[in-house]
């Protein structure tokens, strides 16, 4: 498993509910967690990793110690917005791109944990952030003009830096990816064909630039 980047047509894939939650749901639930706080992030979902599900991860805290902030949502739906409120975000499959996105102030969520519980009182932006990510929509599409005009340097380079890769065989084909996609949906047991192997990941994902103060320093970091 590893995380995609811009322009990856698995960021535009629009996820349907899990129908189920069985042991390969939990097993990538694990491993996305495990490379949330890797690439210190404060959340990933399912399309982030190439995976058509409505599932995602976040721990607002970026923190693996802090474990009570950490949550698995699985067919989170956004059932009521309150306010609006412009706050800056990042995102792990858009490295270096950080951006003012004008949200929800609040959300009501109807969200499953891995119990099939449901879940409240979650972190608003990193959650919008996240569900955009299931219906296939990323930051860069709910910033304002002057952000997006801003933005586009990264985005081309982002851009040509993944053409490059597909060209050297990195990355497979859009083609492929698509049907390694359909093919993931229609399998009963959430299980992938095989796939090629995996480079490293950068931060991001509701997460301010590093040069700024991104969260409340808590004494523990990573070895
Ligand atoms: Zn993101």
Redesign the pocket.
């Known amino acids: 498993m590893k995380i995609v980047k811009y322009p990856h047509p698995a960021l535009r894939h629009k996820s349907r509910d899990l129908t189920i939650i069985d042991k390969q749901v939990r097993l990538y639930a694990a491993q996305m967690l495990e490379l949330m706080y890797e690439a210190k ?1 404060l ?3 399912a399309n ?1 990793v190439d995976l058509p599900f409505r599932l995602l991860v976040m721990n607002s805290t970026a923190d693996p110690q802090q474990r009570e902030h950490e949550h698995v949502l699985i067919n989170p739906q956004i059932l009521d917005r309150k306010g609006s409120m412009e706050g800056e ?6 490295p270096d791109l950080y951006q003012k996105v004008r949200r929800a102030k609040t959300v009501t969520v109807q969200a499953y944990n891995l119990d099939g519980q449901a879940l409240e009182n979650l972190p608003s932006r990193i959650l919008q ?2 569900i ?2 299931l219906d296939g929509v ?2 860069t599409d709910k910033m304002g003009t002057i952000a997006k005009l801003s933005s586009r340097s990264v985005l081309r380079a982002l851009e040509s830096e993944y053409r490059r890769a597909q060209e050297r065989g990195e990355i497979p084909p859009d083609a492929e990816i698509l049907k390694r996609l359909a093919a993931l949906e229609a399998s009963p047991d959430h299980l992938p064909p095989p796939g090629p192997p995996e480079p490293p990941a950068q931060a ?3 997460q301010p630039p590093p040069s700024r103060p991104a969260r409340a320093p808590t004494g523990s970091r990573p070895r």
């Not at 975000?89 to 858009?94: K, N």
């Open positions: 992030g959340g990933l979902a982030q975000e990042g995102c792990l499959s858009l952030h996240e955009d990510h990323l930051f991001g994902d509701g």
